[in-house]
């Protein structure tokens, strides 16, 4: 069923979030006990707040993330979906993502909405460096503000023309896969429903069930993405 709607479809849209990732050693943010924000509160760490009023913290926080995501890797699921775009049978990712694993694996036409850990930028002036500064403890622009990663903080809105580029792809889906996500964060929840309002066939595959599952037109509950990528690949084969 799964294999017949990718091969049938003629304009897929890949949805992802942190869920893409745990195969790959990163932790995502919302399951029981191994989520980020079991053990932090994102307000305190991952805010404008927390950049201006407790900025050791916040350094903290990212270096440990950007660590993270030079230690691990894409697994073969991202590999999957980079192939499957150069086989034309996806069309375009949209990811909550953070990693730039996507892009790692060679996917092109990548929608991060929440911007990147691969790039720091200054605060004050904007410029922008290689997340090495934070590999490497250096947390100030050579202007003297502070270095923080390009990804959208709480309290922050998200970068305009990915947004509307992301709108226009869910409009345009026939097919749209959700990827390890708990959906539970606006406004990057709503484009799931987007598509599906726009005629889309909805697939959400997740460890556990989202409240758009009543809207999706296929859930997958007990398998983990890396493992139904592999399955549905060697199907199409
Ligand atoms: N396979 C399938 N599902 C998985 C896997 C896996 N290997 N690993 C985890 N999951 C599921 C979890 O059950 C969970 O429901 O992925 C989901 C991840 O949900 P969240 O941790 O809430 O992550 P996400 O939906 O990406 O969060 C959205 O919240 O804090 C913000 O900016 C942050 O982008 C993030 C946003």
Redesign the pocket.
């Known amino acids: 069923m799964l294999t017949d709607l990718l091969k049938k479809s003629t304009h897929t849209v890949v949805y992802t ?3 893409m990732s ?2 790959s050693g990163l932790p ?4 029981a006990d191994t ?1 980020l ?1 079991e053990n932090e509160d ?1 307000t305190l760490v991952a805010s404008t707040e927390a950049l201006n009023r407790d900025v050791e913290k916040f350094f903290q926080f990212y270096r440990e993330r950007v660590l993270g995501v030079k230690d691990c890797k894409p697994h073969k699921g991202y590999d999957i979906l980079a192939k499957w775009e150069r086989e034309g049978i996806v069309q375009s990712i949209i990811t ?2 953070v990693d730039g694993f996507h892009e790692v694996a060679g996917s092109k036409k990548v929608m991060e909405l ?1 911007g990147t850990l691969q790039q720091v930028h200054c605060q004050t002036c904007g410029k922008t460096y290689g997340n090495e500064m934070y590999e490497s403890e250096k947390f100030y622009c050579t202007c003297g503000g502070k270095l923080r990663p390009s990804v959208v903080l709480f309290g922050e809105g998200l970068p305009e023309d990915t947004f509307m580029q992301a709108v226009e792809e869910s409009q345009k889906a026939d097919l749209f896969i959700v990827l ?6 606006t406004p ?1 929840n709503q484009f799931p429903l987007l598509a599906k309002e726009n005629g889309a066939k909805l697939i959400i ?4 069930p989202t409240s758009f599952d009543p809207y999706a037109d296929i859930v997958i509950n007990d398998q ?3 493992e139904v990528l592999e399955e549905m690949d060697r199907y199409l084969a």
């Open positions: 979030g942190a869920g745990t195969e995502d943010f919302r399951s989520g924000w994102p909550q993502n929440h390890g996500s708990s959906l539970t964060v990057a595959i997740n460890l556990e983990k993405v890396g």
